[in-house]
């Protein structure tokens, strides 16, 4: 009886043992929902954009202004999202920094807020449509797309996601108005 205790005190030991190194293995732990929908972003504008790499600088940047939104899902526009730097050699460099709107919704140029787009597992692939104002200004005469970053937090169970740029532009390839 002794012996049959023991071997069955060993046996449990050893299948606690194999219990332990189930979790073990090479696979890398899940992405966040706010990690995927960085990544899905960044690929879609990478795309339309031609940039190669989601700058640290100017995903910094992106980052901060998440820090813009309230808990509604609101943003309160700030200063420092636009830098408009002085004209140099006839060329003008800018940086812009925001969280995506939500879709229909146009930012103007006096706003004090504005709704940010909250993603969703389900509109993740729509964010496509979110994209007009930064393709507009890749596609103005004499435009440079210098840096661009994106970032994406998860703020009280909602994600959010902000874009930051740096471009620099011509300043006589611009039409006269």
Do not use: R
């Not at 979790?23 to 990544?39: L, W």
């Not at 901060?64 to 460099?93: A, F, Q, R």
């Not at 994600?159 to 532009?169: D, I, K, L, S």
């Amino acid at each position: 009886m002794k012996m049959l205790k023991k071997m069955a005190a060993l046996l449990l030991v050893g299948v606690m043992a194999l219990a332990l190194l189930t979790a073990c293995g090479d696979e890398a732990p899940s992405k966040s929902f706010a990690q995927q929908t960085e990544e899905t972003v960044f690929s879609f504008y990478s795309k339309a954009l031609g940039v190669e790499k989601n700058d640290a600088d100017m995903k910094k940047l992106a980052e901060k202004t998440l820090g813009y939104i309230d808990e509604d899902g609101v943003v309160t526009i700030h200063e420092d999202m636009v830098d408009s730097g002085k004209p140099v050699n006839g060329k003008i460099t800018i940086t812009v920094a925001m969280p995506l709107p939500a879709p229909n919704t146009q930012v103007s140029q006096n706003a004090k807020t504005y709704k940010a787009f909250e993603i969703t597992p389900e509109n993740l692939s729509q964010i496509q449509n979110a994209m007009g104002s930064v393709e507009t200004v890749k596609n103005l005469n004499g435009v440079t797309i210098n840096k661009f970053g994106v970032a994406a937090k998860t703020i009280n169970n909602k994600t959010y996601v902000a874009y930051a740029m740096e471009y620099t532009y011509i300043i006589s390839a611009q039409p006269a108005q």
